[in-house]
């Protein structure tokens, strides 16, 4: 990997050491390009003749992001952020009272708000799988609720947003699809920072982000959705105009594709953008930017352990790029700013984020640092020579 030409494609990496790829990472000119591009266009000739006259383009971004999750671009909706596009696929499933949805304890934390208000609303139950010992969802416990509560759906968050835990998606998936149960896998934070491969997941739907690992723009997410949702004719409660056509007084067509999930109004400039994104992504190479991510944040999470009253809270077989730390006697938010006054960029976790991991640890809030490619071990080590300091 080529970091210095990364580098040089990251207009952010000469203002300032940027460690908060986990909130919103650094966009390389190609993404920028595609936005500014895009937005100069509708300014000269009108916003919906800058989209008829940029249908190519549009063409392309979904082919870029089904290569980048190894399916078609037809299995592909665009929307304005990972939550809208996990809301959209849960909306699609009618659920009635006692259906039961079956989680895990890592599950992201406006997943799992959603999950209560259905269950407050509709009377479904919502059950959380067991973890290992080791951290991450205990796959043999969850296939044995799948088999005991059959469930109506599974959701999974691959990443959570709280700590470098991988959830092992993978094998869950192979307990769905044996099972013939509706399988979700929340992939806003392992996009753009691992391989992630749909068919390889065995999932009915992922959602995920542009702004974060992939590295596109806020505001703009996207939606995977198999064949199998499109033939049972799954399409969400709030369809509209973009994903289904008015074809008589009292009835309406669903799109025949992922189409169905989108919505007409839109940010085409963000779509080309996260476009672009899913092309770089693939450009540099997937294997290599898990394999550098991963190096970065394990040489994080030992210079980090090392700080007297700093205690590293990532725990699992497999850990990503999320390094979360608690800092005895100090409110991360604190540390937050005084990294940012450095010109150091990290994110600060709270308890209301993740409420049942943070009480099984013990702490209230978290520091997360989170590397990305384009970072270098310079970076790294400023950052924690800083932490060093502040703790001190």
């Not at 092992?168 to 491969?197: F, H, I, K, N, T």
């Not at 799954?234 to 056509?245: R, S, T, W």
């Not at 010109?343 to 640890?361: E, F, G, L, T």
């Given at each position: 990997m080529d970091v210095e030409r990364l580098r040089s494609e990251t207009p952010g990496c000469r203002e300032r050491v940027h460690l908060n790829n986990a909130g919103a990472a650094l966009m390389p000119q190609p993404v920028l390009h595609a936005i500014q591009e895009h937005i100069t266009l509708e300014s000269m000739i009108g916003g919906y003749e800058a989209a008829d006259a940029r249908r190519e383009a549009q063409e392309g971004a979904y082919e870029s992001v089904a290569r980048l999750l190894g399916t078609r671009p037809q299995n592909v909706a665009f929307t304005e952020s990972a939550t809208t596009s996990f809301a959209q696929a849960m909306s699609s499933i009618p659920f009635q009272r006692d259906d039961v949805i079956l989680t895990t304890r890592n599950d992201y934390v406006s997943n799992q708000i959603q999950f209560l208000s259905l269950q407050e609303r509709f009377g479904v139950r919502v059950l959380r799988a067991p973890d290992r010992s080791e951290g991450g969802v205990e796959v043999d416990a969850l296939a044995d609720l799948v088999r005991r509560h059959r469930p109506r759906f599974v959701c999974v968050t691959h990443v959570p947003t709280n700590s470098g835990l991988v959830?092992?998606?993978?094998?869950?998936?192979?307990?769905?699809?044996?099972?013939?149960?509706?399988?979700?896998?929340?992939?806003?934070?392992?996009?753009?920072?691992?391989?992630?491969?749909v068919h390889d997941l065995r999932c009915d739907f992922l959602s995920a982000t542009a702004r974060k690992f992939l590295r596109g723009p806020r505001?703009?997410?996207?939606?995977?959705?198999?064949?199998?949702?499109?033939?049972?004719?799954?399409?969400?409660?709030?369809?509209?105009?973009?994903?289904?056509?008015?074809?008589?007084?009292?009835?309406?067509?669903?799109?025949?594709?992922?189409?169905?999930?989108?919505?007409?109004?839109?940010?085409?400039?963000?779509?080309?953008?996260?476009?672009?994104?899913?092309?770089?992504?693939?450009?540099?190479?997937?294997?290599?930017?898990?394999?550098?991510?991963?190096?970065?944040?394990?040489?994080?999470?030992?210079?980090?352990?090392?700080?007297?009253?700093v205690r590293v809270l990532d725990r699992g077989r497999e850990l990503c790029g999320i390094v979360s730390v608690w800092i005895d006697g100090r409110d991360p938010r604190d540390i937050l700013m005084a990294l940012r006054?450095?010109?150091?960029?990290?994110?600060?976790?709270?308890?209301?984020?993740?409420?049942?991991?943070?009480?099984?640890?013990?702490?209230?809030?978290?520091?997360?640092?989170?590397?990305?490619?384009?970072?270098t071990e310079e970076e790294l080590d400023r950052a924690v020579s800083a932490i060093r300091e502040l703790v001190r």
């Open positions: 959830q092992d998606v993978r094998a869950v998936g192979s307990v769905c699809q044996e099972a013939g149960v509706l399988y979700l896998v929340d992939a806003c934070q392992s996009v753009g920072q691992m391989p992630v491969d505001g703009a997410g996207f939606l995977y959705v198999s064949d199998r949702v499109l033939e049972q004719g799954l399409a969400p409660l709030f369809v509209d105009m973009k994903g289904a056509e008015w074809i008589a007084e009292d009835r309406y067509r669903v799109a025949p594709d992922a189409l169905r999930f989108e919505t007409w109004e839109r940010a085409l400039a963000l779509v080309l953008a996260t476009g672009e994104a899913a092309r770089y992504a693939t450009s540099v190479g997937l294997e290599a930017i898990r394999d550098r991510v991963r190096a970065l944040a394990g040489r994080l999470r030992e210079a980090l352990g090392a700080i007297e009253k006054a450095r010109r150091i960029n990290v994110s600060a976790q709270i308890r209301a984020y993740a409420v049942i991991d943070y009480d099984n640890k013990g702490v209230a809030a978290s520091l997360r640092l989170s590397p990305h490619y384009y970072n």
